[in-house]
Structures are given as C-alpha cells and as structure tokens.
C-alpha cells in the first residue's frame, strides 16, 4: 500500500504548547494527522507523546492544571475555541487507553455505552446491530457473541483492549486515538491489536502512541519522533527508519538512547 | 467488514437539540450537588446561629442596685457566729432569704440572698447600717432588659437612674448546678467532664496504642487475630447506649455472676464508671487510627533499623511508633471529641444526678456537660433556654478547638514519605 | 485499702526495682569483651516488670473476687437471717447496705440494709488490707527474685522482649473481651428478663406500656413491635430520605466538580457538623425543629399533629448523618479508578452522564455498605430521638404523628425510680441486646461488602 496524502489533514496541530502547573510538557509542537492513515508517536518516555495525544481530544480538561496553547483543528474546527462542544469532540475523536479500562457492565452495555449517551440508536434492534458491527470490526465478535451479557471485566487482558477498541467505534469515530494499547498485554494479544490496527486503518484516522519501534514499524505509515517534549521529526515511517534526517533520530532508532 | 460507514451528523438539528438537553441535565446535576454541600453548610450555620443567639444571654447578667436596711431586719445573729463555720446555718436560719425577698419586692433573683449572705460574711459590720448591694435580676426583670414582655415592674424607671446594670456573668463559668436559673453555672460539669475525659484518658490511650502495636507489628495471620480485627471493627460501630448498659452491668456491679450480685465496684454517678464506660467506647476508634498510621510508615525504615541490628522492641519503640505518633494522636484526639460530646450511656450510668458542688475526686457523684445541657433542655424555666445555648457554646468551644487540633496535625505531618 | 493508693505504692516499687536493676547491671564486669548481652537499663526493665506484673495481675483478679467474699461474709452476719428468700430482694439490701457502708452521708431506707452496713464496712476493710499486703507482697518477692537473677551473661534483653510481647497482647485482648463482654452482660441480664416474659411476647408482641405492668403477666404490656416500626421509620425510612441524597450529592460534588479550594474548605466542615455532639442535635430538634413541623403540620391541616412527631427526630437525625454518609461515598467513589472515568469521558460522556452511569454504578456496593452503616448509626443514636421523639408508641405510616424507638425506651426505662430487678428495668437489657445483634448483623455485612469491593479494585 501505497502512502496517500490527501488534500487537506483530518487534525493539524500549530506551535502547541502544554504545561502542567507552569512546568512545560509540550514545546511548539506541529504536525498534521491523515485520514485513513496511521501515524506513530514514538520517543523515550516522558517525552511528551502521551501529553499530547491527550491534547488532541482535550482529555487534558480532566487535569485542573495542565494548559494548552496553540491551535488544533478537526476538519479545519479549533477544537480549542469556545464553540467547540467537548461531548462532540470526543464521540468524533475516540480514545483507547495503555491499560484496558472495560465499564463493570456487560460486555453488551460497554459496547452500547457511547451510542446511547449520544443517542445513535434508534431501537433495541439498531443498538444490537451497532454492538454487533462494533465487535465484529474490533475482532472480538466471533469470541464473545454467546455470552455479551457477562462483565467486561471477566474478558483476558487482550480481549479487554479489544473490547474497550469496540466501545470506542461504536460512537463512529473520524479520529482514534490510542495510548500504548499494548504495554499491558502478552505477545499474542499484541499481535492481535496490531492487526486490528492495520483493519481499521481504512476507515478511521489513528494516531497509536507507542515506545516499541518495531511496532511503529509494523503497524504506522507515518511516524513522529518526539523527545523532552518536542517535536524532533515528523515525515514517513520508511524514511524515519531507514534514512533519519536529524542525529537525535538516529541516536534512538539505532538504540543509543531510550 | 459488513455495511458501509454513515457519518454521523453531529450539525443536524436533532443532534444538536439532544446535546443542549444533556448539557442542561448536566448543568442542573451539578446545581444539585452544589446546592446540597450549601445546604449542609447552611444548616451547620443555622446551628450555630441559633445556638450563639439563644446562648448569648447566658453569658450576661442584669444586676439590680438594692438598698438593704439590715437594722431593720433585726437579723437575730451574733458576730460570734458569724465568724464560726455554722456562718451559713445561722444567716440562713435567721430569716435572711425571706427578708432579702421582701426588700427585692420582685426584682431579685431567688439566689440572690445567697449574694447577700456571703457579703455579710466578708463584712460583719455591715449588720449595723443599710448598704447598697448588687444584686441578680429576677428572671422578670432579665426578660424585660432584652426587650422582652413588660414585667410591670417599670425597669426604664431604675434604668435612667443606673440602678440597673449587664454585665459579663463570670459565675455562669465558676458556679455549679442550682435550681435558680440565674445562679446556675457550668463548672461543676465541666470539672467532672474533664476528670471524666482524664479517666478515659489514661485508659484507652495506652491500651488502644498498644494492642494496635500487637496486631500491626507482632500478630501472626490466623483466626484469633482475625476475630480480634473484627471485633474491633464491630465495636467502633456499636451504638453508644449499649456502652452504658455495659457500664451500668459490669461496672456499677448488678451483673450477676456465677448466680449472685458482685455488689457495687464503684459509687453510682462517680466520674471514673464513666471514664471506663467512654474508654471501653473510644478505644477502637484509637486503636484503628493507630494501626492506620502504624501501617502508613514504610518497611524500609523497619529494615533499616534491623539491619543496624535492633531488636524488634527496639525498632517499633525506636522508630515505628514516633513515625507513627501524629496520626496516633490524631486518632486519639477524634476519639476523645467524641466521648467528650457522648451523652447516651451515661445517662445510662446515673450521670445525671443534680450536683450542686463540684466533684472533687473520681469517685465523687459529677456530672458532665453534656448530661447538664440534656438536663437544663428539660427544665420548663425560661431562663435554662438561655443557660442551655449557652453550656453548649462552650461545649462546641472545646470541641472545635479539640477538632481543629485533629485537622491542623493530620495536614502539617499528612504523608511525608 | 485505698485503691488508687494501693497502685501508686505498686508503682513506685516498680520505679524502684527499675533502678536498682540498672544501677547492679551498670556495676557488672565487663571483663576483656567489652561488650554485655543486654543494655543496663533493659536490666532494669526486667527488674520492674517483675515487680509490678505479678502484683497488678494479682489486683485484678482480688478485685473481681473479693466482691463475692464480701458478700460471702455480710450473709454470715446475724442480720442477713432476716432478709427475704427472694434473690431480687434480697440482692436489692445488699446493694443499699453497700451503699450505706460508702457513702456515711447516706442513710438508709431499709432498716435492714442499716444494720448490715457495718458488717459490710468491716469486711470490706479486712479483705481490702488482705488484697492490698498480699498484692505489696508479691511486688516486693517479684522484685527480689528478678534482682538475684541479674549477672553480667543474664540475658535480659530477651526476656523483657517476652514481657513486652506478652502486654502487647494482653492489650489487644481487651477489645476481645470487650465484646464479649458486652454480649454476655446483655445476655445475662436479658435472660433473667426471659424467665419472666417469653421472647416471643417481647419481639411480637404489639403492645408497649410499661407504665402500667400487670405483676401476674408482665409480657402483656411488654410488646416491641411498635418500638422496632418507630425506630425503623424514623431512622432507616425519615432520615435516610434526608440522608442518602444530601450526603450522596455533596460527596459526588466535591470530588468531581468542587475546585480544589472549596474542597479544602467543606470537607472539614464536615467533619465538623460530623463532630456536633448529639445533644446539640436533640435540642435542636426539641426546640426549633419540632414546633416548626408542628406548625407545618398544622397548616397543612392537620390539628392533632404531635409536638413530638416522627418527622423532627428523623429530619435531624437525618441531618447528623450527612457527613457520614458523604465520607462513605466519598471513600467508594474515590476507590474506583480513574481509568474508568477517563474511558467514559474520552467517549464524549459528560460529567454528569459519566457520574451516573459509570462511577455510581461502579461504587455502588461501597455506597450500599456505607448506607448500611448509616442505618445502624441512625437505629443506635440515642439523644435526638430522647429529647424530640415522644414516649408513646405508636405503629404509624404519619409522621405527624408521634412515634417512639427502642434506644429511647431505654434510657426512659432505666432512668425511672423503678428499682433495678423489676421486669421493667430487665426489659431494657432484652431491648439492648435486640438492639445490639441487628446493629452488628448490619456492620458485619456491611463491613464485609466494603472489604471485598476494596479488593475488586486492587
């Protein structure tokens, strides 16, 4: 597969800036994310990547003393301006933890969860067939569709994550945003999430952080290498491993930092 | 990969109407908790309001200026006997009361002849002229100064001539119980409150300290451990009354055991059946905050000194317990909050007995301020409204200032690893 | 002997084996190794612990016995034939000749508690000097043994360790014993209370006057049910209503909305309004509250509306166990973990939605124990419902009406002149226990609930 770079980027972040309680986090950070594309954030950590996926849904809001500046735009929206609505923001830009977070609910009321808080299903036949597209693109249909009514949190750790990936395309997200999905799980259930990854790549923009290079490798068309909160090198994955236009990039791909 | 993507139209009117409706109830959620944190505050305000309006007057006290002509009383006392110790029985005997009452014509206070009888002890020659005594204002006179009902008595009258004064009552903190609620103070509880908490004291600190040492440091995990864990637990959480009935049984001897009465262990009323009743209730509440705190210090201060080669009494009496000791005290002052303010079982344990001097040791027959104050809101005078509020004021003092102290040191030494 | 008198001689001999033990061990010869088992003042803590265990341990136990053998001894004085065959009575004279032989102030009403105060003064001088040298002995040998023990290998070090232990765990009996001692107090009593009016009756029975007890059937008058409906209206039913939401909402407001500033100002005022005593409370209720929901009530049309109703005991109950309540929630909230809010939050869940849909429904066994604890706080509390609930009890859904509960017919039980034997005064001890057993059924469930839900999130 080819890289398609579109006209006009899904997000695009100018010269952000983050601070937590005056202590900077985030320095003049800028970069465009693609639909239908997956974009890596790699980098040693505490370097900012995390900080700043949360930026790009304003899960920074929930930290009374973290700050952004800058601008961000969703389809050319700044979702920092007063007229952007949160609740929407989110339902159109979806997030996945580093530690798979199910609800205690059944494995039916976590999927169903986003769409009835926004009202998305019509009937109960609609919400069956949200949960059921919902867990079927997230892999995890065929293993749970005898039991959807037993918790959440009965699942393995890597059908967790999936679960928690279902519950996150069924609100129909435009943007998934993905924090180190698979520090908490095995081998096999990385395999799994990386090809899951790879599925949804066709329908979602994603935006995966992670500290493991060669799953940025695997799984990303794009890369940004991030390090003490900013922005090193942004630009192709192939060209980000193979050929590194700035010395600090080469210094981390090639294992003398991190 | 079934059925294509449809975009969800986050702009259409529909969409938009369901999100202003969530951000009203979201709003209107918020409203709720904010109003319900007001109205508790509100309430607490309310309290303490009405509590400071209705006990203000308890500590001020309208004096009346009264003329005495004792050589018209023709009081049949000796200068003899009023030197001797029987001073009292004799004034008493000699008809003072009836006399001072007469004189009053209403404007002094039932006690007031008491005033008089201890300034004719002070000054013996004052039986030969007549003198101008400052006297305590009938309850009458107490009413129509703060603007209450017209006594009859044209007060403004004596008022203009500055026959009339209110002062700060300074015997409602230094006199005991009486019938009088103008006579009536509050140190006779407050002393047999605080020999009370001094009893509770000197039990339940070392005891409550030290079996949490036992089940933090020493227990090994089994069964009997556990039972004691739980029954600890339990005990924190049992109604205080049931304390009382235990007093009244175990302490006050009317548990019978072995088929007959132990007799009474201690006197009925005595300050230290209370101090063991309160101890006995207060006791978990200190040995779960000690084991809190106990828990709280980290195990690498534990093997820092066992690796210097301390002995385990060592390391825990050494380093454990002054590591440990804010929050201990912490635990302990709650505690003593508590049983300061418990009123249930002593009432229970004969507490509530009408003491007009002040205890003077811990088996003496007290009372405590919180039994005085149920006692006083019983009384139909409306004077003991006043001397209610205001025992309670000062109640509310010690226990704020005891609470404080509790907050202050859990925020100065909170978490400093 | 004087007891107080009696600890501090104890005491002070322990003082002084203290320092002789550490002033022997402090003279020891080292000899070439320098160095010695144990420090000389552990020596010297062996030494004292000798001297006050042994004596102190005697005292309690003289103190629990010598009772009997007073008692033993007044029954032998000529006197004692003269009293009645009935144990009730009988104990009665015994306990005022007690009181008599304390207090010389006091006299007597009966004429044979007059004549046997004597006999119980002198018996409780004799066994109170026997008690007292023997437990002096004691200190004294206990002392004298320890000292002759002491060397420069002795290892005193271990051994006061031991002692040390051993009070340790001698403490943390107490709490055991505590318990128990309260349940068998309870137990005792109440059964005596049994072998007059059946058990049935009491738990049963629907009516309660105990003004007016017929002698031959006592059980008649002696019905709980309306004291369990009252205390169970006014504290699980009224002040939950005010309770659960108030302190439900405040919890919920301060640890998800309130800035951080108004959070360190209403949590201590709420602890605070935690730490009112409960008179103030009841005399609230007495004299503010309860007119006003009777002038309420009044408006509202209804004429007979009680000065003493349900409604203004149960209202401020209610109010007291706000803060409880909000601290219960505020545990259980603050016990689920943040990743769960964040999930539902980077869904596009407002706070609200979040709050309700999510955090409530995760802490929502802890929320449940915390309610369970508030109901056996509110069924336990005594003084509000003593001073603003009536004495009449009446089995009623108004709460206009008055309405009485089982901790207030206690303390009107044992407050009264009746005199202690009587199944009146018993009553109270069968009405305690009752009281009791739900209250610790509530905690142990509710505590066991707590426990397990801490543990399903670590």
């Known amino acids: 597969m080819t890289d398609r770079v579109p006209s006009s980027p899904k997000m695009s972040a100018r010269g952000v800036n983050v601070s937590y309680g005056g202590t900077p986090a985030i320095q003049d950070v800028s970069i465009d994310i693609d639909m239908e594309n997956v974009t890596a954030f790699i980098g040693p950590s505490g370097c900012g990547k995390s900080t700043f996926l949360r930026t790009l849904n304003r899960m920074n809001d929930t930290i009374p003393s973290a700050k952004v500046t800058g601008d961000i735009t969703l389809d050319g929206e700044d979702i920092y301006s007063a007229a952007m609505d949160v609740v929407q923001l989110r339902a159109r830009v979806g997030m996945v933890f580093q530690k798979p977070n199910p609800f205690p609910k059944s494995i039916f009321e976590n999927v169903a969860y986003g769409p009835r808080i926004h009202g998305l299903a019509a009937s109960r036949p609609d919400m069956e067939a949200i949960v059921e597209r919902s867990l079927k693109r997230a892999g995890l249909w065929d293993e749970v569709k005898d039991r959807l009514s037993d918790s959440g949190t009965a699942l393995s750790g890597g059908q967790q994550q999936r679960l928690c990936i279902a519950r996150a395309i069924a609100v129909d997200p435009e943007v998934i945003l993905m924090d180190e999905p698979c520090s908490a799980l095995d081998p096999i259930a990385t395999a799994k999430i990386e090809e899951l990854i790879h599925e949804l790549r066709g329908r979602y923009a994603i935006v995966v952080v992670t500290h493991n290079m060669q799953q940025a490798a695997r799984v990303s068309q794009r890369t940004a290498f991030f390090h003490l909160g900013q922005l090193v090198e942004y630009g192709a994955t192939d060209d980000i491993f193979t050929n590194p236009r700035q010395e600090r990039t080469k210094d981390y791909i090639t294992g003398r930092y991190g | ?417 | 002997m004087n007891a107080f008198a009696l600890l501090f001689l104890i005491a002070g001999l322990g003082l002084i084996g203290w320092l002789t033990g550490r002033a022997r061990a402090v003279r020891f010869d080292r000899g070439a190794r320098g160095r010695v088992n144990s420090l000389p003042s552990q020596h010297g803590w062996y030494v004292a612990l000798w001297t006050l265990l042994p004596a102190l341990l005697f005292v309690a136990v003289w103190s629990a016995v010598s009772p009997g053998l007073i008692r033993q001894a007044v029954l032998e004085h000529p006197a004692a034939a003269k009293l009645s065959d009935f144990a009730f009575e009988r104990d009665a004279v015994i306990d005022e000749a007690g009181r008599v032989a304390a207090d010389p102030r006091a006299s007597a009403f009966n004429p044979i508690a007059a004549e046997l105060a004597p006999a119980v003064r002198e018996a409780r001088s004799r066994y109170g000097w026997m008690g007292g040298g023997t437990a002096m002995l004691l200190a004294f040998a206990g002392g004298a043994f320890a000292f002759s023990r002491l060397s420069v290998d002795f290892r005193a070090r271990t051994r006061v360790e031991r002692w040390v232990m051993l009070i340790l765990l001698l403490a943390s009996l107490i709490a055991i014993l505590t318990t128990i001692g309260i349940f068998l107090s309870l137990l005792w009593e109440s059964l005596r209370f049994f072998s007059a009016v059946s058990p049935v009756e009491l738990l049963f029975g629907t009516h309660w006057s105990p003004q007016v007890i017929d002698p031959k059937h006592p059980g008649a008058s002696l019905g709980a049910v309306p004291l369990f409906w009252g205390t169970f209206f006014i504290g699980a039913v009224i002040a939950m209503i005010v309770a659960i939401p108030f302190g439900l909402m405040s919890a919920i407001y301060l640890t998800q909305y309130a800035p951080a500033r108004v959070r360190a100002w209403m949590k201590p005022m709420l602890e605070i309004l935690a730490g009112v005593p409960t008179v103030v409370y009841g005399y609230f209720a007495a004299l503010t509250v309860a007119p006003a929901v009777r002038n309420l009530a009044v408006a509202l049309g209804d004429t007979y509306a009680s000065s003493e109703s349900a409604l203004a005991a149960g209202l401020v109950m209610g109010v007291m166990i706000i803060p409880f309540v909000s601290s219960m929630a505020d545990d259980a909230i603050a016990a689920v973990p943040t990743a769960m809010r964040d999930g539902s939050l980077a869904m596009g869940a407002t706070t609200s939605e979040t709050i309700g849909r999510v955090l409530i429904p995760a802490a929502l066994p802890g929320v449940v124990a915390g309610v369970l604890l508030a109901v056996s706080r509110a069924i336990g509390e005594t003084m509000i419902v003593v001073m603003a609930a009536s004495g009449a009890a009446n089995v009623t859904l108004n709460p206009f009406e008055s309405a009485t509960t089982v901790t207030k017919q206690i303390v009107d039980l044992l407050t009264g002149e009746a005199e202690f034997d009587s199944p009146k005064t018993l009553a109270a001890f069968a009405l305690g226990l009752t009281l009791f057993v739900i209250t610790l059924l509530l905690n142990i469930f509710a505590l066991r609930v707590v426990k397990k839900y801490r543990e399903a999130y670590e």
């Open chain 2, 1 to 417: 990969m079934n059925s294509a993507r449809t975009p969800t139209d986050w702009k259409g009117t529909a969409m938009q109407a369901r999100i202003r409706r969530r951000y009203r109830s979201e709003r209107a959620f918020k409203l709720a908790g904010l109003a319900a944190v007001i109205l508790s505050a509100a309430f607490l305000a309310f309290l303490l309001v009405t509590m400071a309006w209705n006990g203000a007057g308890g500590f001020t006290r309208t004096e009346v200026a009264l003329k005495l002509d004792f050589p018209a009383m023709a009081l049949p006392v000796t200068p003899t006997q009023l030197r001797s110790p029987a001073a009292d029985l004799a004034l008493s005997g000699a008809g003072l009361k009836n006399a001072v009452e007469t004189a009053g014509e209403g404007w002094v206070s039932d006690s007031a002849w008491m005033k008089v009888r201890d300034a004719i002890k002070a000054d013996p020659s004052m039986l030969g002229r007549s003198q101008v005594i400052w006297l305590p204002a009938s309850p009458a006179v107490e009413a129509e100064m703060r603007g209450g009902p017209d006594a009859g008595l044209e007060v403004h009258v004596l008022q203009s001539r500055g026959l009339v004064r209110t002062g700060f009552n300074l015997d409602f903190l230094t006199a005991s119980n009486s019938t009088d609620p103008t006579a009536a103070g509050i140190w006779g509880a407050l002393k047999g409150s605080l020999l009370t908490m001094l009893v509770t004291f000197l039990i339940a600190f070392p005891v409550g300290v030290l079996s949490a040492i036992y089940l933090e440091e020493y227990a090994a995990r089994n069964r009997w451990t556990d039972l004691i864990e739980v029954s600890i637990n339990n005990l924190a959480a049992v109604p205080s009354i049931i304390f009382g009935l235990l007093g009244l049984a175990v302490f006050l001897g009317t548990f019978s055991l072995f088929g007959h009465t132990i007799g009474p262990l201690f006197p009925r009323s005595a300050a230290v059946v209370g101090g063991l009743t309160l101890a006995l209730m207060i006791m978990p509440v200190i040995v779960i905050a000690s084991r809190n705190a106990i828990k709280a210090v980290p195990p690498s201060i534990r093997d820092a000194a066992y690796a210097v080669g301390a002995s385990r009494v060592q390391v825990v009496f050494h380093h454990v317990l002054p590591l440990a000791l804010p929050g201990i005290l912490t635990g302990t002052i709650i505690g003593m909050a508590r049983a300061l303010g418990e009123t249930a079982p002593l009432l229970l344990i004969g507490m509530r007995a009408f003491i007009v001097t002040p205890p003077e040791g811990f088996t003496d027959p007290s009372t405590v301020l919180p039994v005085q104050i149920f006692l006083w809101s019983d009384e139909v005078s409306r004077g003991f409204i006043e001397k209610t509020s205001a025992a309670i004021i000062v109640l509310l003092v010690f226990l704020l200032a005891m609470n404080g102290l509790a907050i202050y040191l859990r925020n100065k030494f909170e978490t400093r690893w």
